[in-house]
Nanobody, 115 residues
């Protein structure tokens, strides 16, 4: 049974930082690409960052240079370090893994950035 549990969200002022964590179980973590998505109120869920099994990464243009995705295979955990946060980063952030054509999601963690 695949489980993804996010943590680390909260309320922060613009310019501040947060680090999100996603603990995975039920998968062979080290061989899977992991993703962070976010969904703001009234908007579609969007891909924020991806980290592949070999460590390569990609980011949405809106977060490049501010967010960093990383993984610790020993802890089955993926992280999203978010710096220089802006009010437009306010959203629920979700961890995701795709397995055999199925998408698995965590419960999400709320990030709110005040101006």
């Amino acid at each position: 049974q695949v489980q993804l549990v996010e943590s680390g969200g909260g309320l922060v002022q613009a310019g501040g930082s947060l680090r999100l964590s996603c603990a995975a179980s039920g998968i062979i973590f080290s061989i899977n690409a992991m993703h962070w998505y976010r969904q703001a109120p009234g908007k579609q869920r969007e891909l924020v960052a991806i980290i592949r099994s070999g460590g390569s990464t990609n980011y949405a243009d809106s977060v490049k240079g501010r967010f960093t995705i990383s993984r610790d295979n020993a802890k089955n955990t993926v992280y999203l370090q978010m710096n220089s946060l802006k009010p437009e980063d306010t959203a629920v952030y979700y961890c995701n893994v795709d397995l055999y054509g199925n998408k698995y999601w965590g419960q999400g963690t709320q990030v709110t950035v005040s101006s």
